[in-house]
């Protein structure tokens, strides 16, 4: 399933590109042609006076149907995620998916994204939450740094969470996506959902992954190894890049630390873990 967008700028540059593609190759395109705007930015407008002018069309009856929950509101990077999302969801439901779209069953593209999302969490109906330490460090305005821990950072869960959300919005793929340490977790696995919550007066870091069926206890520590890889190298690393802003200066927070208390656990290892460990790193 292809959608296929023809972006004229007012300047002349002219650009055919097929969806889904990578938003990283979106941009590259759009710079090619003269177009700098992002494509968050570029609405689906296709009117005479628009800096940036885009015309969708599809030659397959999915897409022709997908088209019709787009509006001119949304953007260029609306029309390249919803594509992705549709041509990439999971055989367990794409065939309700395919018949829902040409039925006309929905009348956004939001109504879209919120029954895929509601399927991949149907198709998971085994729920497997685990939990890890989170560090952080916080750079006042002169430039100081101060390391802190969970129970300084249960103050700011609301702007942990909500960065998270940010640093999510544009990807296209799931985390479980990602996996491909063992065939059988893998078989399982259908969603990897990293989030923060606090519990006993500290704010973790919680991973939550939806499963077809429950994992033997060899495959959970399969499953945990890799998500504590995630924390220190994959996207645990990336996020940790990002500065939140807080009242007490820029604030990063880590899923990972080097300490010889850390680990991935479930809720009844937490509570051992809180009880029997504590945290030693002091906060603010």
Known sequence: MKINAIIESKDGGTLVLDFPRSIYDVYEKLQSVGIRQSP????????EGDDVR?????????????LLTLKEQNSLADANMLAFMVDNAKPDF????????LNDQYSSMQEVTDDIKQMLYESGPVKAVFYCPLV????DEEGFSSPVDGRFLKSY??????????????????????????????????????????????LFGRIECSLKEELTNAETEILT??????????????FEQQP????????????????????I??????????????????GM
């Open 40 to 47: 968050h930015q570029i609405t689906l407008s296709d009117e």
């Open 54 to 66: 885009v015309k969708l069309y599809s030659e397959d009856e999915i897409g022709k149907h997908l």
């Open 94 to 101: 794409r065939s309700k998916l395919e018949q829902n779209l």
């Open 136 to 139: 952080g460090e916080v750079t």
């Open 157 to 202: 869960a609301w702007a942990v969470e909500e960065a998270l959300e940010a640093d999510t919005a544009d990807d296209e793929m799931d985390m479980a996506e990602f996996f491909d340490e063992d065939d059988g977790v893998k078989a399982k696995l259908v969603s990897a959902k990293w989030g923060v919550e606090t519990y006993r007066g500290r």
């Open 225 to 238: 190894d890799w998500i504590s890889g995630q924390n220190s190298d994959g996207y645990g690393e990336h």
């Open 244 to 263: 939140i802003d807080t009242e007490d200066g820029d604030l990063y927070v880590s899923f990972w630390n080097s300490g010889d208390n850390y680990s």
């Open 265 to 282: 656990m479930t809720r009844d290892e937490l509570d051992e873990y809180i009880d029997n460990q504590g945290m030693t790193m002091g």
